[in-house]
């Protein structure tokens, strides 16, 4: 590219020139506004002051330079460009607007709501624990409260115990514990200890980084924080969810009246209270701020805000009766572990061979078990994708569809192999003359239920979201007998 002024070759990307400085693209700057304009132009795109220097006289519209008009005599300072002065006057009534200080004030407390709620979920991830108590006769008295440290280092301590005791039990025969005892008691703390540790390490890392972001864009209009905010959100849910499926209550119907219930300890609960009020607070102000943008976007967001809602309730009831089961008169809705466990434990201690049944329902406990693990892991997956999905503008991203289609899938294999076990525990009963009452509870089935509702959600909202980005066809203005 050739210099028009001192004729030196550029290259074809220069925009000023090597050797005296002239602007190769044609533009120059406004005096007034500081913004480009084509070098041609005699006023300014942006804010209509002269480009060239010259004067217009503000009595009679004529462009002069100098001190006075030359056609009707007005002074030039008298005769300024009305222009300049039009340009600036909107520019300083908006930095007397009260309402752009109230926007920005608004948008510090929003963001103050929404990193109290990370700093909220770090703080309360390291006093996460879970309490068990008994009811019988009218009455609750609690047994136990374990924190999360006990779930990550002492409960191996306890384990060991266990087995040490029952080596020792009878010094002079040799007990045989096989695989499935050891699998029965390692493998919930493994899954719950992987929860409560994963969340910690999360919570942690993504609590530094909104604090390193919140302490150094303090005082500006906006402090975006979304996205340090979804994974410890998930995995928060993840630590209190699959402690609380594993270890569910055992409840007791029929002859007996006594239930033990697992639950969340004041912490956890505390927790929950106040993320979700920050958060809903935040939500408010958003509406208030862009109420017109969320309104937009509700077809997006609507659809997917199902989908995770819905795999949340799914989590949530993967807490519920697993199965029913008993013999006479006396019945006990069980949970996972409870039934699963025990099962296992039982045929690990098992002395002698192993009938055919009872090594197939081993079988079945342990694949159920990694069923759930996951189910478990697809599900916190894509309610993770599904709140991306949401506070994004993105186009949607195909991992969200990818884990809803997995969670559909592993909540179907969990619900069959639920039946195979029930059907297996018939066979058994039959087998030894006894009468075993095994019914399906209800969570296997609300799971799929529920697993299938969000896919159809998401699928939903890829439609949707497809159909908002696809262009308009032009219209055919052409009339139909045209020759």
Not at 121 to 138: D, N
Not at 283 to 300: F, M, P, Q, S, T
Not at 323 to 335: E, N, W
Request: net charge neutral.
């Amino acid at each position: 590219m050739e210099c028009k002024k001192c004729g030196a070759i550029n290259p074809d990307e220069a925009v000023f020139c090597a050797q005296c400085g002239t602007r190769l693209d044609g533009k120059a700057p406004c005096p007034s506004c500081g913004k480009l304009n084509d070098e041609t132009n005699a006023y300014c795109n942006f804010c209509g002051t002269r480009l060239d220097g010259k004067t217009v006289c503000k009595t009679c519209g004529a462009v002069f330079e100098g001190n006075f008009c030359p056609k009707c005599g007005a002074g030039a300072r008298a005769a300024e460009t009305a222009a300049t002065h039009a340009a600036a006057a909107p520019k300083a009534a908006a930095k007397a607007l009260p309402g752009k200080t109230a926007k920005r004030v608004i948008r510090l407390v929003q963001s103050s709501l929404v990193f109290s709620a990370i700093f909220c979920m770090l703080v309360f991830s390291l006093c996460l624990g879970f309490t068990q108590t008994l009811k019988s006769g009218g009455e609750t008295v609690p047994v136990e409260t374990e924190n999360v440290y006990y779930f990550l280092f002492s409960v191996w301590k306890d384990i060991r115990m266990v087995f040490d005791a029952l080596s020792s039990a009878s010094p002079d025969v040799e007990v045989l514990i096989y695989f499935e005892a050891y699998f029965s008691l390692y493998m919930p703390y493994i899954l719950i200890a992987v929860a409560l540790g994963a969340n910690i390490v999360v919570c942690l890392t993504y609590g530094i980084l909104a604090v390193v972001k919140f302490s150094t864009g303090i005082g500006r209009t906006d402090v975006p924080l979304a996205k340090y905010l979804v994974p410890p959100v998930v995995s928060t849910l993840a630590a209190v969810t699959v402690p609380l499926a594993l270890m569910g209550a055992t409840e007791a119907t029929g002859d007996t009246s006594a239930q033990i219930s697992f639950g969340l300890n004041g912490a956890g609960v505390a927790e929950i209270v106040l993320v979700a009020v920050f958060l809903a607070g935040a939500i408010v102000l958003e509406c208030l701020l862009n109420g017109k943008a969320v309104a937009n976007r509700l077809k997006k967001i609507v659809p997917f805000a199902i989908g995770a809602l819905l795999l949340a309730v799914a989590a949530g009831v993967l807490s519920a009766n697993f199965f029913t089961l008993g013999a006479g008169q006396t019945a006990a809705k069980t949970s996972l572990v409870s039934m699963l466990s025990g099962f296992l434990f039982m045929i690990g201690l098992y002395s002698g061979e192993l009938p055919a049944n009872l090594s197939r329902l081993s079988t079945l406990s342990v694949v159920e078990y990694f069923t759930f693990a996951l189910l478990a892991a697809c599900i916190l997956l894509t309610i993770y994708f599904l709140l991306r999905e949401m506070f994004s503008d993105e186009k949607s991203s195909g991992e969200t569809l990818l884990f809803g289609i997995f969670s559909a899938a592993f909540a179907v294999m969990f619900l069959v192999v639920a039946v195979l076990i029930k059907n297996k525990l018939l066979d058994i009963g039959v087998e030894n003359g006894t009468e075993i009452l095994a019914k399906l509870g209800a969570m296997p089935v609300a799971v799929l239920v529920l697993s299938l509702l969000a896919l159809a959600a998401v699928i939903v909202g890829f439609a949707l979201g497809r159909a908002q980005r696809a262009p308009e066809k032009p219209q055919d203005d052409t009339p139909d007998n045209a020759d």
